[in-house]
């Protein structure tokens, strides 16, 4: 039931892109995002999609699962799409009712605006199919470790990430356990009606919190016995290394890029 | 009459996945109204799997589970009323304390029964006294109680229930002698008080073989044996090969048995041990 939640979207594999860097995976992320931003057309866009298509093809990560992350950001879609349909009032006027109207111009940018959104969620959700949330934070710790002169925690608050990120499952589990233990005691979380089902989560969230604050202890002291004493001179069993595959990446986004800024300036 | 009844109980985690694994593999068991039942099995031997089944908090994947002779799957409504008339204590339940008060905490599956106010406290005060809570520990915080003490006030929760069949997934776990001494104590109270079936799960022989009436064996999903102390221990070497430890009385005299002096193989108890030593020290003066 609980268990079956899957913990972000990571999917374990060995494609070209699972194997990158994960700090270059995160740049060249945020590379592919400005990219989007800085098309001026549909043929820019357009190249923008090749990019996503391709890196999605090397991934090997199934195209259902493309059409999945795109699920949660529907009414987002629609909502732009709709209001870019609807208010921009410069161009042919193709259809018109009272105050509403159409043009030629207020179409496509309701399609340039669709289109650039479903790009953004597509690449930057192969970041975190190919990328395990692991993974991730160390990229984001090291990436940001040069805020660490202007005291920024950076370590600290990736420690932070980590720990949250290795507790859901446990707690997930924790959940399971409280939750079938007051459903021996008759609380109604399976059967009975909304408003039932709303008064048993009170029996499941004070335990739950009561769990959290233990372990958060225990763990604080089961690490400070190992002497942990934050990012200071601490070294790591997972050396991040850049290899000849990130710097290929890199060429290839930075070429897609380059393709971007010509169509913009080639197509007006 | 039986209480708890199962006919080829077969449950399959994780069906269709890639860790599908099958806890329960074909259990057919009957246990009667009012007996004393020792659940014992090695970790991951599907006893845990197995009690869940009894108030429906699983389902079975085929076969039937039926209390009090009906199968509570058939209808959805059913399925609370079986969570009444078979209360089930979890592994480490005083980590389902949320009250403000021990007393209120008890209450709450009373309450959730729909009683009333004064049979609500009569439950209450009657669960607290059969575990040992006083009255000023039931005006306390759950949370300002002791280990041992929250472990009580816990099982006296679902002991208000009155349920027919007591079920507890290792009470004594994680307790100190005196604390684990006092829990067995107290179910033993609790049995010949209420006359109720009382199940307890446990990877203790020891602690099973003082009380228990029948004792079930759980070894990888199947029942392994199911009776009478006496005959499951007269099995004591099968067991230790599937990893159960057999009580070190029954230790020493199935060592004392291969050194040739036969005091018989259903020996489980210090008492009956010496008894049996002194008949062969006997026989063997005279």
């Excluded at chain 1, 629609?78 to 921009?88: A, K, Q």
């Excluded at chain 1, 589990?173 to 109604?188: C, L, P």
């Excluded at chain 1, 690490?223 to 050396?239: A, D, I, L, V």
């Excluded at chain 2, 599908?20 to 057919?28: E, H, P, T, W």
């Amino acid at each position: 039931m609980l268990k079956d939640i899957t913990l972000g979207q990571y999917l374990p594999g060995t494609s070209p892109v699972h194997k990158l860097d994960p700090r270059v995976k995160l740049v060249l992320t945020v590379e592919f995002i400005v990219m989007l931003f800085c098309a001026k057309n549909m043929w820019a866009i357009g190249v923008g999609a090749l990019f996503c298509i391709i890196s999605f093809a090397l991934s090997g990560v199934p195209a259902s699962l493309m059409v999945k992350s795109l699920k949660p950001i529907v009414p987002l879609v629609l909502i732009t799409s709709v209001l870019n349909l609807f208010f921009v009032r410069t161009g042919d006027v193709l259809w018109k009712w009272k105050v509403l109207q159409i043009t030629t111009e207020g179409r496509d940018t309701a399609l340039f605006m669709i289109a650039r959104i479903v790009l953004l969620i597509i690449g930057s959700s192969l970041l975190t199919y190919t990328t395990s949330p692991i993974d991730l934070t160390d990229a984001i710790e090291n990436l940001l470790s040069p805020l660490k002169k202007l005291k920024v925690p950076v370590h600290e608050l990736a420690m932070m990430m980590t720990i949250a990120l290795r507790f859901i499952p446990t707690l997930i589990e924790e959940t399971d356990k409280i939750m079938n233990a007051q459903k021996a005691r008759g609380s109604e979380l399976d059967t009975g009606s909304f408003a039932d089902k709303v008064r048993g989560m009170v029996p499941i969230f004070i335990p739950l919190f009561v769990s959290s604050f233990r372990r958060a202890e225990e763990l604080a002291t089961a690490m400070e016995c190992r002497c942990y004493h934050g990012g200071e001179g601490r070294t790591r069993m997972k050396q991040l290394h850049t290899t000849y595959r990130d710097l290929i990446a890199a060429i290839y986004t930075t070429l897609f890029f380059g393709g971007i800024i010509a169509l913009n300036v080639l197509i007006k | 009459m039986s209480i708890i009844k199962t006919e080829g109980l077969t449950y399959v985690y994780g069906e269709k996945t890639p860790f599908r694994k099958v806890a329960l593999d074909n259990v057919s068991i009957e246990i009667n109204e009012g007996e004393m039942i020792g659940l014992i099995g090695h970790t991951g031997s599907g006893k845990s799997t197995l009690i869940q089944h009894f108030n429906g908090l699983l389902k079975p994947t085929s076969g039937k589970v039926l209390v009090d002779g009906e199968d509570f799957f058939a209808d959805k409504k059913k399925l609370r009323e079986v969570r009444f008339k078979v209360g089930l204590v979890f592994q480490y339940p005083e980590y389902q304390l949320f009250e403000e008060t021990v007393e209120k905490d008890i209450a709450y599956g009373p309450k959730n029964m729909g009683l009333d106010e004064d049979e609500i406290k009569r439950r209450v005060n009657e669960a607290a006294e059969l575990v040992g809570l006083t009255k000023e520990q039931l005006l306390k915080s759950p949370f300002e109680l002791s280990g041992g003490q929250k472990r009580r006030a816990a099982i006296a929760g679902v002991m208000a229930m009155e349920p027919k069949a007591l079920i507890l997934d290792e009470p004594a776990s994680g307790l100190d002698p005196q604390g684990r001494d006092r829990i067995f104590d107290m179910l033993k109270k609790y049995h010949t008080e209420k006359r109720n079936t009382v199940i307890v799960v446990s990877h203790s022989m020891e602690d099973i073989a003082k009380f228990a009436d029948r004792i079930l064996v759980m070894n990888e999903g199947k029942v392994f044996c199911f009776d009478e102390p006496p005959k499951v221990f007269g099995r004591s070497r099968e067991i230790e090969q599937i990893g159960l430890a057999v009580p070190q009385v029954t230790r020493v005299i199935n060592k004392l048995c291969e050194m040739g002096y036969d005091l018989g193989d259903d020996v489980y108890t210090v008492g009956y041990a010496e008894k049996q030593i002194l008949k062969k020290l006997n026989k063997v003066q005279i």
